[in-house]
C-alpha cells in the first residue's frame, strides 16, 4: 500500500528564518510526487510536479526537490503570507488517485 | 479563466438524510475526482471520472456513497442516510486528462456537518 509521512507535523519560524519541509514516500512505481498549499476554509492550491529522482522546481521563495525516498519542500526567508498548510501527494503508475500526507501547518511569525 | 466550482460550501443535515453535493471542473478539463478531508486526516480518495470511460469508484467507503458526472462536465456526489462519521469536507478536483498532464486543481470544497 502506498504510503506518505509528512514532517514535521507543524512548524513555527520567524519571518526570514529559512527552513525545510520533509515528505518520505513508500510506493510501487512513482509516477510523480506533487506539493500543494493549503489555507484554511480552502482547496489545495497546486504548487509543484516532480517526477524524477534529482529534480528540482522553484517558485518564489519555494523550492522543492525529489530523491527516491523522499521530497523535500525548502523555504527560503519566509515572509508571514507563506504561513499555510503544505502537502504532499503521491501518483503511482496505472493509477489515476493521488495518496495525501496529513500535511505540515508552517506558521511564519513577523 | 474559472476554477472548480463547488456547491454548497457549507451543508448541515441530520442523521439518516440524503445529501448531494456539486462540483463543476474547470471548463474543458475530462478528468474529474473526489476526495474526502477528515479533520487530523490526509485526503481520501473517493471516485475518480475520466471521460466517457466507467468511473473509478474503489474509494467509496460504503454502498451509501454514490457519484454521477452527466455531460462529462458536472458532477454529483450523494451520500444516502447519512452517519456522523460521514461529517468532513468533500473536495472535488479536475484535471485536463492529457498526456503529461497530472495536476490536480481542486475546488474549495463542502464542508458536511451530520448532526
Known amino acids: 500500500e502506498d504510503q506518505v509521512t509528512q514532517s514535521p507535523e507543524a512548524l513555527r519560524l520567524q519571518e526570514g528564518e529559512s527552513s525545510s519541509l520533509n515528505c518520505s514516500y513508500t510506493?510501487?512505481?512513482?509516477?510523480?510526487l506533487f506539493w500543494y498549499r493549503q489555507d484554511p476554509g480552502k482547496g489545495p492550491e497546486f504548487l509543484f510536479t516532480l517526477y524524477s529522482a534529482g529534480e528540482e522546481k522553484e517558485k518564489e521563495r519555494l523550492k522543492a526537490t525529489l530523491t527516491k525516498k523522499e521530497s523535500f519542500l525548502h523555504i527560503t526567508a519566509p515572509k508571514p503570507e507563506d504561513s499555510a498548510t503544505y502537502l504532499c501527494?503521491?501518483?503511482?503508475?496505472?493509477?489515476?488517485?493521488?495518496?495525501f500526507g496529513t500535511g505540515t501547518r508552517l506558521t511564519i511569525i513577523p | 479563466g474559472a476554477g472548480v466550482s463547488q456547491s454548497p460550501s457549507n451543508k448541515v443535515t441530520e442523521k439518516g438524510k440524503d445529501v448531494e453535493l456539486r462540483c463543476d471542473p474547470i471548463?474543458?478539463?475530462?478528468?474529474l475526482y473526489w476526495y474526502r478531508q477528515s479533520l487530523g486526516q490526509g485526503l481520501e480518495f473517493l471516485i475518480y471520472f475520466q471521460g466517457n470511460s466507467a468511473p473509478d469508484k474503489s474509494g467509496l467507503p460504503s454502498d451509501r456513497f454514490s457519484a454521477e458526472r452527466t455531460g462529462g462536465s458536472v458532477s454529483t456526489l450523494t451520500i444516502q442516510r447519512t452517519q456522523q462519521e460521514d461529517s468532513a469536507v468533500y473536495l472535488c478536483?479536475?484535471?485536463?486528462?492529457?498526456?503529461?498532464?497530472?495536476?490536480?486543481?481542486f475546488g474549495p470544497g463542502t464542508r458536511l456537518t451530520v448532526t
Open positions: 501527494a503521491v501518483r503511482t503508475f496505472g493509477n489515476e488517485k493521488l495518496t
Open positions: 510506493v510501487s512505481g512513482l509516477r510523480g
Open positions: 478536483a479536475s484535471s485536463s486528462g492529457g498526456a503529461g498532464s497530472d495536476e490536480q486543481y
Open positions: 471548463s474543458g478539463h475530462t478528468a
